[in-house]
């Protein structure tokens, strides 16, 4: 949103909690200050009562003068955000709005509010290069942990766990998409650094495993398979899934279904060109012509 006489304000919560003014930073104040716009961000341009704010910024232990410091830190927010805004306007980024505040953005004006945009615009989407258009754009906009400085507030754990899970799916969408469209290297960059870290991802240690295997990287296609076993075994206590086992031994058998790779275009049959009718029946109609 553009605030009147004013630049364009964007906020960012995939990472440090952050906001511009156009393309200028805005310095957001102390930590309390930070963690109330991205509370008013969670919230997803709903009003956050007054009564909720002050118990999840003070962690349900107020001090006695919650409710001026609440307004102070809504005051100072309000200042950055729009230093342009006459003395006695009203607000047009954080409003007030019984009974309490919320913040009025755009959808694009919030990288998580975008973020979830454009993977519902993916799930709508059957064009596969549009897809991966969409789903780059979304994870290009993390720039780290979700709501960093406040991940381990009460109030944001839920919020930071589907946000991540939510990137988990995008990465292994992009991939499952490029693995489609057999640009296994593709695959390979989105999934190497991705399984290694989690490697509880199965179906994205299986995908790994079947780029590696099509790019003649079976000893690592392996490798891949028998790590994500490993850790399930040790670390929780887990046999691997069918489809990973599966999957080892394909490898293992060079099964061609995995040799997956796309046939060379048919050329156009050429269609035949109609009978031509035996000379003698030619002789006979030309006579009964003349």
Not at 32 to 41: F, G, H, I, K, Y
Not at 80 to 92: F, G, K, N, S, Y
Not at 157 to 175: K, Q
């Amino acid at each position: 949103m553009t605030a009147p006489h004013g630049q364009p304000v964007r906020v960012a919560v995939l990472g440090p909690v952050r906001a511009w003014r156009g393309s200028a930073p805005v310095e957001l104040g102390g930590p309390r200050q930070r963690s109330l716009l991205a509370r008013l961000v969670l919230a997803q341009g709903h009003v956050v009562s007054v009564d909720r704010l002050i118990d999840d910024l003070w962690q349900g232990e107020p001090p006695p003068k919650a409710l001026a410091a609440l307004q102070a830190y809504i005051s100072h927010l309000r200042r950055v955000l729009e230093p342009d805004r006459q003395r006695r306007a009203p607000a047009t980024v954080i409003v007030s709005e019984a009974p309490g505040y919320r913040l009025r953005l755009p959808p694009d004006a919030v990288d998580a509010w975008r973020f979830d945009q454009l993977l519902r615009e993916v799930q709508s989407d059957d064009d596969a290069e549009r897809r991966i258009r969409l789903l780059t754009t979304a994870l290009d906009s993390w720039a780290g942990e979700p709501y960093a400085e406040v991940s381990d507030a009460q109030w944001a754990i839920a919020e930071v766990a589907r946000l991540t899970e939510l990137r988990f799916t995008a990465i292994e969408s992009r991939a499952a998409t490029s693995l489609a469209l057999h640009r296994v290297e593709s695959v390979v960059a989105d999934l190497e650094g991705h399984v290694r870290q989690h490697p509880t991802r199965e179906g994205a240690a299986a995908m790994l495993a079947t780029a590696l295997y099509r790019l003649g990287r079976q000893a690592a296609a392996l490798d891949v398979l028998r790590r994500a076993r490993s850790h399930l075994s040790v670390e929780l206590g887990l046999e691997p899934g069918r489809g990973l086992r599966d999957l080892e031994r394909d490898i293992l058998d060079h099964a061609a279904h995995l040799d997956d790779t796309p046939a060379p275009p048919t050329p156009p049959q050429r269609q035949p060109a109609p009978p031509r009718p035996p000379s003698n029946l030619l002789c006979h109609t030309a006579a009964r012509e003349n």
